[in-house]
């Protein structure tokens, strides 16, 4: 099958397309023919030799895939051969064919493209399950929600507007992203290049702090995110982009009973997945089915130009997600 292929690690340089072996589906997994898949930040940092796959997962990058049931695994009777399908993959999403979980499928609504459902799992899943499950986000509560642009952070602010209404999102953008973050929902909007966000987030919640943080800077943001906290907040970290060792102020945390949780979904167990995905899918699912939650897609590359995608994404210029088209 064609696939995007890595010989080393590095820059987007390395990436080539070539021939790899297809996959057979194993128990309880499926065999999908990818139609589209997208461009997520791990898959950057695995490219430089910093994210190596689960074991037993393919090397070929790729998190997500949107495509059709091709060959059902032992143990399998939930899909059938012919379906449309999306979903998460431990890795191989960057391929013509790739293996997944059948738990860990969603059926594509018949009112989203394969492009726009290749957007969906590894961002709105990843983003509801750390603002909701594991944060908690309340309807009436303020969440501060770092990175307007990217693919996780504008799924977060569209997930608060629709399952919580009554929440307040305040986003950290650079000044070219501003007024389309502050467009999807966002109550404030604070220039994290010239602002100093712990200063507005106390000034926008009259000095109450906020519920709810979802970071992926790490170590540079620790201090001003808990000050930015409010008495029983949760900082809940999906990435450690400015490093991973930061001074903590345990006093402060003990008597504002503050939380921080470490989160990360490509790594956890096979059910705990499955999990997951079944409560998203009914929760989440049924307003994307009915385009309440619309995809963001910043643009379409064909597999071929895999490499130019990395590099769009390095520059940090998009807005929602880059997707890779197979057909």
């Known amino acids: 099958m064609k696939a995007v292929l890595l010989d080393e690690f590095g820059g987007a340089d390395v990436l080539r397309i070539g021939e790899a072996e297809r996959p057979t589906p194993g128990q309880g997994q499926v065999l999908v023919e990818v139609a589209a898949t997208s461009v997520n930040r791990p898959d950057l940092v695995q490219r ?8 037993g997962d393919s090397d070929i990058l790729g998190l997500e895939v949107a495509g059709t049931v091709r060959e059902l695994g032992p143990g399998v009777n939930r899909w059938s051969v012919g379906d449309r399908v999306m979903g ?14 059948a738990d860990h499928l969603l059926r594509i609504p018949e009112s989203l493209s394969f492009e726009e459902a290749a957007c969906i799992c590894e961002a709105y899943i990843t983003a509801y399950l750390n603002v909701f499950l594991l944060g908690g986000l309340e309807d009436g509560d303020t969440v501060l929600l770092h990175g307007g642009g990217g693919g996780v952070n504008t799924a977060a602010i569209q997930l608060c507007k629709a399952l919580t209404p009554n929440a307040k999102a305040l986003v950290t953008a650079s000044p070219g992203k501003r007024e389309r973050v502050a467009a999807l929902g966002a109550a404030l909007v604070i220039d994290y290049r010239t602002q100093d966000f ?5 000034r926008f919640t009259d000095g ?5 943080i979802l970071d992926h ?16 907040g949760r900082l809940v970290v999906i990435g450690v982009t400015s490093g991973i060792e930061a001074q903590l102020n345990l006093g402060l945390m003990m008597v504002k009973r503050q939380r921080i949780i470490g989160s990360v979904l490509r790594s956890r167990p096979v059910p705990e997945k499955s999990a997951i995905v079944a409560e998203f899918a009914d929760q989440v699912l049924p307003l994307l089915a009915e385009r309440k939650i619309v995809p963001l897609i910043h643009k379409v590359y064909a597999l071929e130009d895999a490499a130019q995608a990395h590099r769009e994404m390095e520059a940090s210029a ?8 197979l057909s």
């Open 208 to 212: 109450r702090g906020v519920a709810v």
């Open 318 to 325: 998009h807005f929602g997600k880059i997707v890779l088209a």
């Open 88 to 101: 998460l993959v431990g890795g191989g999403g960057y391929a013509e064919y790739a293996v997944a979980y």
């Open 198 to 202: 712990a200063a507005e987030v106390k």
């Open 217 to 232: 800077i790490g170590a540079a943001y620790l201090a001003s995110n808990m000050k930015s906290l409010a008495v029983g």
């Open 48 to 55: 430089e030799g910093k994210y190596p796959p689960p074991k």
